[in-house]
């Protein structure tokens, strides 16, 4: 075994979130996991893009977790409401 553990790469930060994408894709396109779920894998992207890939693999398994965990679930008749940029919450 090497003193220096070896390093992520594209390829791997790329499989990572597809994997991750196909467990997201099982669930509703409402649900309120699978929407931040898909908001980690777009930072793992933009990670990846930079050449961040231990970052892309960190936010890849923040989604993974947020997926199988289910972390933000909405009862019945509530809905997540998310603003565009250009928008402000009504108070």
Do not use: W
Not at 6 to 17: D, L, N, W
Not at 36 to 59: K, M, S
């Amino acid at each position: 075994m090497s003193a220096k553990a070896e390093e992520p790469t594209r390829e791997a930060c790329t499989a990572a979130v597809e994997q991750a994408r196909s467990i997201a894709a099982a669930l509703p396109a409402d649900d309120a996991s699978r929407y931040f779920a898909e908001r980690d894998l777009h930072q793992a992207l933009v990670e990846a893009g930079n050449g961040e890939f231990d970052d892309c693999l960190e936010a890849v398994a923040r989604a993974t977790d947020e997926l199988r965990e289910r972390r933000h679930q909405l009862r019945p008749g509530e809905r997540l409401n998310v603003l565009r940029a250009d928008e402000v919450p009504s108070h």
